[in-house]
Every structure is written in C-alpha cells, then in structure tokens.
C-alpha cells in the first residue's frame, strides 16, 4: 500500500473514534 493511503485510511479512523460513523458535522449539529 502507499503511505498517502495508510494516512487516509488513520484518518479517517481518527474521525470516527472522535465524531462516530456519522462524522463532525452531524455530530456538532446534534449537540
């Protein structure tokens, strides 16, 4: 796999440890 790849697929991990599945949008809108 590339490294851009592997960074994409941690960040996005990062987001949905931090926000859930829905990601930060929803999530601050349901706040």
Same mark, same amino acid.
């Given at each position: 796999? $590339?490294? !851009?790849? @592997?960074?994409? &697929? $941690? $960040? %996005? %991990?990062?987001? @949905? #440890? #931090?926000?859930? !599945?829905?990601?930060? #949008?929803?999530? &601050? #809108?349901?706040?």
């Amino acid at each position: 796999m $590339n490294e !851009a790849n @592997v960074n994409v &697929l $941690n $960040n %996005t %991990t990062n987001i @949905v #440890r #931090r926000y859930g !599945a829905r990601g930060p #949008r929803n999530s &601050l #809108r349901s706040k």
